[in-house]
């Protein structure tokens, strides 16, 4: 794992080509839409114009460069970011840090939802320049429905194109911009941060404008999910050559409005419009490639994300695939359907791309917010920064952040229906996690030492049934010598399950992305043996893959004397006997629950039903398996109030 780290953060041509492939898509697209969205239907005037630049040109610098660039980019997870990276490293400082964390998980999945629908209309819009009354509703759609059919396929053989294909992009983004400058150079007085002062306080609801700057910072957050496949120093040196090329486009843009774009706009985007008209077909085809490429960087870094919220036990267990050899891709197919779904009732809804402008930047302005407020637990408690300095930090940031969340609050009624969503996948983390922690509350554990000598004698009773040779449980207990009651309950209740070999499997999630060992512990030689896997978050659990490995470590480091069964039949099947025991909770009828619990409950076992089971999530093959169910009571009902009815006297 060092060695891959180190090879990340290598600086060389390609790891600078694969950092704006995937990481710069959606930021890199917002020229698209930004300054659009910020003069829409308003008289075109200097003031307005070179001050929403200036807006831009600072939100740059503050919210991706200095919050993200420089200071978020330090707390790397061995290598690692995103916001379940950042709570994995500070959630031992603060227990209340859940709600944050599920806050931006949540508003993150969201921007899977618009980003995809807004960028790619964005691009399709301007072929109505080139063919007149186009359906380019028709045509975004099919673009979507293609882009997720792809997925179970993966970006193994396309992918490598990403990098090279944006960096044209950026290149025509500098170049267009610096064509329209020219004729216009006083526009670079727009990097004066006092246009922005003169916008915000003296253009008529000029605060209010920041709803639609904030649209050219949406794809920060990107920059810190995608830390583990760049690296830090290919994310700071490549940023240097997006933004130059961002800023030059919306200078670009400035330019061309004053000059050209005449009292109003009129439904015209000012990114086509500057481009010269020969050029404007091949401009359109690549601006949509560009948004299929930013799309396609926002749907992986949703699976991505869901994958590490099932492991840190924020989403309940669904299927994970792996569509390709390239390492740290999966595909995960219901979260692909609901993508899907959810992009195309956006372009269904709000039809065009200003209508969706008015209902982006909500999400991603709390997903900022609750990094802001994960960062400050990093700084004093990771980094150990003075404590003034922190607070100078957070309260510009806060100020900043306040007022683009207080701008999009202004959105929520173009975005009603849209509150539906983000509440269900804040709903399933917050009832997934907080279910989970009042179930493991109630195990019990049981020193496994106390009942070693049982189990060898049961071993050795012959006249019981074996129930097989090597006989694996899944075990939640962290220490070595326990393990649950219920397993304890399960071997020995009812028909005693005797085997040759008990072995109690514990798969262990660390803080760390990439962990993946183990340790032994033979209580009893070849009899009774506890095994840890230590697994990252970013591991996919795949207990009876690992359990073979490290049986076969055993048996050919001489530590473990696999039993030759005495019935004969290794002579036809030399494998060892394996079962594993899965035993799956249910809730029992004899509860009676307070409202909240039962809520959290009767939730948590719906979704449960509704995931993946446990042989699957852990990756066993059925064939070895065998699942008990149990009732699990948490409350039993008390005073039951039944009464024995007086027998009748016989006459």
Not at 506 to 517: A, C, G, V
């Amino acid at each position: 794992m060092n060695i891959e780290k180190k090879s990340i953060n290598k600086v060389t041509t390609a790891s600078l080509l694969v950092a704006l492939g995937i990481i710069y898509g959606d930021i890199g697209t917002s020229p698209l839409y930004v300054l659009n969205a910020v003069v829409g239907d308003r008289a075109i005037d200097p003031l307005l114009v070179l001050g929403g630049v200036s807006c831009i040109f600072w939100t740059l610098v503050f919210q991706t460069t200095i919050k993200y660039v420089i200071l978020t980019l330090m707390a790397d997870n061995q290598g690692e970011g995103g916001v379940f990276s950042l709570y994995a490293l500070v959630r031992r400082y603060g227990k209340k840090l859940v709600i944050p964390t599920i806050l931006g998980a949540t508003t993150l999945l969201a921007d899977g939802i618009i980003t995809p629908p807004i960028s790619v209309a964005s691009a399709i819009e301007g072929l109505d320049m080139v063919i007149p009354n186009m359906p380019t509703v028709a045509f975004v759609v099919v673009i979507l429905c293609l882009l997720f059919f792809f997925q179970r396929f993966g970006t193994q053989k396309i992918g490598s194109a990403f990098g090279p294909f944006m960096a044209i992009w950026f290149g025509m983004l500098l170049i267009v911009g610096i064509s329209q400058i020219i004729h216009y150079p006083t526009v670079i007085n727009a990097l004066n941060p006092v246009y922005a002062y003169d916008l915000l306080a003296k253009y008529p609801k000029g605060f209010w404008l920041l709803g639609s700057v904030f649209l050219c910072t949406t794809g920060a957050e990107a920059l810190y999910s995608d830390l583990g496949h760049c690296g830090r120093k290919n994310i700071r040196i490549s940023w240097i050559y997006v933004k130059i090329a961002l800023m030059a486009n919306y200078l670009g843009q400035a330019a061309w409005l004053l000059n050209e774009g005449g009292p109003l706009l009129k439904g015209r985007n000012p990114f086509y419009e500057m481009m010269p008209h020969w050029f404007l077909l091949p401009g359109i085809v690549i601006a949509t490639i560009a948004t299929i490429i930013a799309s396609q960087a926002l749907i992986s870094g949703s699976y991505t994300l869901i994958n590490e919220a099932m492991s840190m036990n924020f989403w309940p267990r669904v299927s994970v695939r792996q569509p390709s050899d390239l390492k740290g891709q999966i595909y995960i197919p219901s979260v692909n359907i609901i993508l899907w779904i959810g992009c195309v009732m956006m372009v269904l809804y709000f039809q065009t791309s200003a209508h969706m402008e008015a209902a982006y930047g909500f999400s991603i302005t709390i997903a900022m917010m609750m990094t802001s407020i994960l960062l400050g637990y990093y700084l004093v408690y990771i980094k150990k920064w003075n404590t003034l300095l922190i607070c100078v930090i957070l309260l510009a940031f806060g100020i900043i952040e306040t007022s683009f969340f207080i701008t999009n609050v202004a959105k929520i009624k173009q975005r009603w229906m849209f509150l539906f969503f983000e509440l269900f996948i804040f709903s399933v983390m917050y009832v997934w996690y907080y279910a989970r922690k009042v179930n493991n509350s109630l195990v019990k554990f049981v020193q496994l030492g106390k009942y070693t000598q049982l189990l060898k004698e049961l071993s050795a009773d012959d006249d019981i049934p074996k129930f097989a040779t090597h006989l694996i449980y899944l075990t939640k207990a962290n220490s070595r010598s326990q393990v649950e009651e219920k397993i304890i309950k399960s071997i020995f209740s009812k028909k005693p399950k005797r085997a040759d070999v008990y072995w109690f499997l514990h798969i262990h999630r660390t803080d760390e992305p990439y962990t993946l060992d183990y340790e032994v512990s033979e209580l009893v030689d070849d009899k009774v043996i506890k095994i840890t896997v230590n697994t990252g978050f970013r591991v996919q659990a795949r207990a009876e893959l690992f359990f073979k490995k490290i049986v076969h470590d055993l048996v050919m480091n001489k530590e473990l004397n696999l039993h030759i069964r005495p019935d004969g039949s290794s002579k036809y099947n030399p494998e060892p006997d394996m079962r594993f025991v899965v035993i799956e909770k249910f809730l029992s009828v004899e509860n009676e629950f307070a409202l909240r619990r039962g809520l959290l409950l009767n939730s948590y076992f719906f979704l449960k039903h509704l995931g993946q089971s446990d042989e699957k999530a852990f990756g066993l093959d059925k064939s070895d398996v065998e699942v008990e169910h149990i009732p699990l009571v948490y409350q039993a009902v008390q005073n039951i109030d039944l009464k024995r009815k007086a027998e009748e006297q016989s006459i």
